[in-house]
């Protein structure tokens, strides 16, 4: 659609609109949007060629805050309108930006679809476990017990992990990412872009008003080299302050475990390598919880396939090459017709 | 372009006398179990009747279960047809003749049969087991229940197993073949020759199997059966003669045909390509058959996951620079309905179609009614107006279709287009158009980045740019949320809601000008009577309102089309009219939307049985009214 001119190469502030910022001071929001605006520069990104898509929520208004092509819509629907955006072109770099109440309640159907029929788009979550706009009520990712202004006596709501979801609706690429870690988020959304099907990222984000700290269990600088690990494909899945811990899986048992090497006998050998086409271990990789385990992040999953709006181009093109452009005048006439003189 | 519309040719009964219902005309329905190929005997049985040069009206009528037990009442499926020598506006009120092939299809329709008309049984069929399955507890037959009817028993199960016994089907095969026989026959009854019948069949089945071979048989025993006289008087052969339709070619059209072709034709004149999004829903579930199958015309379907999710996928595409449209019934539509308001806070172009069906919530999904009137019109959060059409016959669609894209681009706005469960599937003789009759109405998207604001206006139109995403220069953001006049960012401004209120209506009450301006049908304009429907209802009020007009009555019929914005005369011209009668399929939507527009007193002739309106009912509407 766009024919590009050998671009200038653009600076993360070339994709920020003149649109002050409005999320909380200190909102992990912040962060986020800058990463994806330093990113987008890195990867060489066109503006005029990107449109972000989103629903409603703290998240959802990213796109105003981008210098793109934006489109801030209704309550969990960023997915279908999305979907919509890239059947009609696929050439457009799409984007949906959610939260975790947006994406896993009220549009928990869309997700699940959009990601199953693998639709281009990089779908990004940001998970702070609470609702935000609305001040703070539980959200479907909070944890059991979490009180609000909707459970002053705790949610008794057994709450969603948003990549096990996604991989269960056969999400083709599974990323997790912190909104403090800057350049890893670059790295993941590099790949997510580069992936061509439907890429979902889920990101870690501190809200600070309504939920603050409720990560610091595996972020807090202290003890986030020992509770967090960055699976890489092909690598061994080590970690820890000293990399002296890995995951292998337990003996005689269908399940991982993290230890320590060099303890109890046990070498560099024993640590498993992480293959990111591996659907099951992906499962297994994004149900870890700290204390016991450490929390995956990274690209968990990469198993490209069709994208949909391409195999949805194609039968298009497959009707146009074997009946020819369509003439209406001869469709009205198809069929049983006669003439009256 | 809709003869069903013209009533300029052969309408007008003979002499001053009151008819009841039309002369020149015959009324036949078929019924029999869901699984007897009913809709398919009547199918093959119009398309015949077209072909013959007659004019007619069909009115397929289904259970909304998919195969209910075999022989019950609620698994009963009806197709009436009527047809004449003269231009027909409807199916038909009461049926002439009735086949019902079994007991359960005779218990369900025999009392919507004239007094006097003919009702053909297949014998076969009315077993002890069959007769208790339908509700009787004594044979009909003999205790006088069909004592104002004429009736002829045929055991039509043995005569069509005697038919096929010569090819290789089983006996449940060979039965199947009934629908086949009674077309032969009823093909007899009106002249016609079985030729093209058996042609379907042949290319349906393939031309040597055993399964076409028997049909084919069937058909030509039934034919023959009439033929050879052993039918003993009771029945006569008749000939319908022609009627005069305007020279050019023909084709039956179903109203989903229509609708889906008029949006394609719409999309090409606007230039665009159509992304059709949809959600499986009866009525409305065969446009997005229809549209499927249209691919090398610029057309892509997507099967969205819910109502909403084809609602949202439309908007995509249209604002992708696609025309994006979205179809479903009443229960889908009341789910798509936020992000209607979406559609219409951003204005972005869609087209909404609504196959309307009885409600409220499932209601009864295969029946007809005309009920959704303030969903579309009323039925949004916020002011939040937009253009709403109705088309009133199948092949009337087709121009509503082309229309409510005209005014979608031209305009940027969703437009609802209400068809219903009738027009759908009824069929109708259509003159085909030719597309160069139509004024191409090409959309112009923005790619002037100069002075560009997302939410700049048209000075005659008051629509916004259309951007498409990937145009240099022009990145945007819009969204749901109040935009500032011009810039589109985000405003919580209270002047500038106002304003932006204000324009958002001023924009669609200005399409007013667009449209064209209200007729009276027929009739004088002013006077006593006038008799005001919309949508489906437009045969049988047209039809009434002649006849009662060749009776001399003072009457009138206005037919509404652009249900919002209205007319710019209509008020004015409602109130040249001494007496305002509205008549309907609901509960007094139109008449109570009327009655909100103008202080004149309206009343209302008002039905929601699932069935469309009869001749009769709205000419003793008219009479209660006026007399001579």
């Known amino acids: ?341 | 372009m809709n003869l069903q519309t013209d009533p300029s040719k052969g309408d007008t009964p003979d002499g001053g006398q009151i008819l009841d219902t039309d002369t020149d005309s015959i009324v036949v329905r078929f019924a029999g179990d869901s699984g007897d190929g009913v809709q398919l005997l009547g199918g093959q049985f119009a398309q015949a009747t077209a072909v013959d040069h007659n004019s007619l009206a069909t009115f397929p009528d289904f259970p909304a279960e998919i195969r209910a037990p075999i022989g019950t009442t609620y698994g009963v499926s009806a197709f009436q047809i009527k047809f004449g020598s003269r231009m027909i506006k409807t199916s038909g009120d009461s049926p002439d003749v009735l086949v019902a092939l079994n007991p359960a299809a005779l218990k369900v329709n025999y009392k919507d049969v004239r007094v006097g008309g003919l009702i053909v049984l297949d014998a076969g069929s009315f077993t002890e087991r069959n007769l208790k399955k339908a509700g009787f507890e004594v044979d009909p037959r003999g205790d006088g229940t069909l004592g104002e009817y004429r009736t002829l028993e045929i055991d039509i199960s043995a005569l069509t197993l005697e038919a096929t016994k010569p090819f290789d089907v089983t006996q449940k095969e060979a039965l199947r073949g009934k629908n086949m026989w009674t077309l032969g026959l009823i093909y007899w009854m009106y002249d016609r020759t079985t030729a093209a019948t058996e042609k379907f069949v042949a290319g349906k089945f393939g031309a040597d199997s055993p399964v076409a071979q028997a049909n084919i048989a069937a058909l030509k025993a039934g034919h023959a059966y009439g033929e050879t006289a052993e039918v003993s008087g009771d029945i006569q052969q008749t000939r319908v003669s022609d009627v005069e339709f305007p020279a050019g070619e023909y084709r039956l059209v179903t109203g989903a045909e229509a609708l889906s072709w008029g949006l394609v034709a719409g999309c090409r004149l606007a230039g665009l390509d159509m992304t059709f999004c949809s959600y499986p829903i009866t009525p409305s579930s065969p446009i997005l058959h229809i549209l499927s199958k249209l691919k090398n015309f610029g057309v892509t379907t997507f099967q969205a996951e819910d109502e909403i999710a084809a609602a949202c996928s439309a908007i995509g595409a249209s604002y992708a620079g696609n025309m994006g449209i979205t179809a479903s019934s009443g229960p889908g539509i009341a789910l798509k309905t936020e992000a209607i308001g979406l559609a219409i806070s951003t204005e972005l172009p869609l087209v909404i179609v609504n196959t309307q069906r009885a409600g409220p919530s499932t209601g009864l999904p295969t029946k007809t009614e005309q009920s959704d009137l303030f969903l579309t019109v009323w039925g949004r959060n916020g002011d939040a107006p937009m253009v709403v059409l109705s088309a009133q016959s199948p092949a009337d669609c087709f121009e509503v279709g082309i229309e409510a894209v005209r005014l979608a681009t031209k305009y940027m706005t969703p437009v609802f287009l209400l068809s219903d469960g009738y027009i759908a599937n009824a069929a109708e003789p259509w003159l085909i158009p030719s597309m160069s009759d139509y004024e191409p109405f090409p959309v112009s998207f923005r790619s002037e980045t100069e002075g560009f604001q997302p939410f700049s206006r048209d000075d005659e139109t008051l629509a916004r740019p259309w951007v498409k995403p990937g145009t240099p220069g022009l990145t945007h953001r819009i969204g749901g949320i109040e935009k500032a006049d011009g810039s589109g960012n985000i405003s919580y401004d209270p002047e500038n809601h106002q304003r932006m209120t204000d324009l958002r209506t001023a924009k669609i009450d200005g399409i007013a000008k667009d449209i064209p301006k209200q007729a009276v049908e027929l009739g004088n304009e002013g006077g006593k009577l006038v008799v005001v429907g919309w949508g489906s209802t437009f045969g049988p009020i047209n039809r009434a309102v002649a006849n009662m007009l060749d009776a001399g009555l003072d009457v009138a019929h206005i037919h509404i089309r652009n249900l919002w914005p209205l007319p710019q005369n209509l008020i004015e011209l409602l109130g040249s009219y001494e007496k305002v009668l509205v008549a309907e399929m609901n509960n007094g939507q139109m008449l109570t939307f009327l009655r909100s527009q103008t202080r004149q007193d309206i009343d209302g002739h008002l039905k929601v049985t699932g069935q469309p309106l009869t001749i009769r009912e709205v000419q003793d509407a008219i009479r209660a009214r006026v007399q001579n």
């Open chain 1, 1 to 341: 659609m766009n024919v590009q001119v050998e671009p200038a190469k653009l600076k993360a502030k070339d994709f920020a609109s003149d649109q002050e910022v409005r999320w909380c001071p200190g909102c992990g929001d912040y962060a986020i949007l800058k990463a994806v605006q330093v990113a987008l520069a890195n990867m060489g990104a066109q503006p005029d060629n990107t449109v972000f898509v989103s629903g409603i929520g703290c998240a959802a208004r990213f796109p105003y805050y981008m210098a793109t092509y934006g489109f801030h819509t209704i309550h969990g629907r960023a997915p279908a309108v999305a979907s919509g955006v890239k059947i009609a072109n696929p050439d457009l770099d799409v984007w949906v930006v959610s939260g975790d109440g947006d994406s896993l309640s009220i549009g928990g159907n869309h997700l699940l679809h959009i990601l199953r029929r693998n639709v281009d788009v990089q779908f990004l979550l940001f998970n702070n476990e609470i609702y935000g706009l609305t001040k703070g009520q539980y959200s479907p990712t909070s944890g059991l017990g979490q009180k609000s202004p909707s459970t002053p006596q705790g949610s008794i709501d057994a709450p969603v992990d948003a990549c096990t979801f996604a991989l269960g609706c056969n999400a083709r690429f599974v990323a997790r990412g912190i909104d403090i870690q800057a350049k890893e988020l670059g790295h993941v959304f590099t790949r997510a872009r580069d992936h061509k099907g439907a890429s979902f990222v889920e990101i870690i984000q501190n809200c600070i008003v309504f939920n603050d700290d409720a990560f610091a269990h595996f972020t807090e600088k202290s003890i986030a080299k020992n509770s967090q690990i960055i699976v890489k494909h092909g690598e061994k899945l080590i970690y820890g302050a000293a990399s002296d811990k890995g995951i292998r899986v337990k003996p005689g048992a269908f399940e991982l475990e993290a230890v320590t090497i060099g303890e109890n006998g046990i070498t560099e050998d024993d640590i498993l390598v992480h293959d990111e086409t591996n659907r099951v271990l992906a499962g297994l990789l994004v149900a870890m919880k700290p204390p016991e385990m450490p929390v995956a992040l990274g690209v968990i999953y990469c198993d490209p396939a069709t994208p949909y709006e391409q195999a949805v181009k194609a039968q298009v093109e497959a009707s146009v090459a074997a009946n020819g452009v369509g003439d209406l005048d001869v469709l009205l006439r198809k069929g049983s017709t006669w003439t009256v003189s």
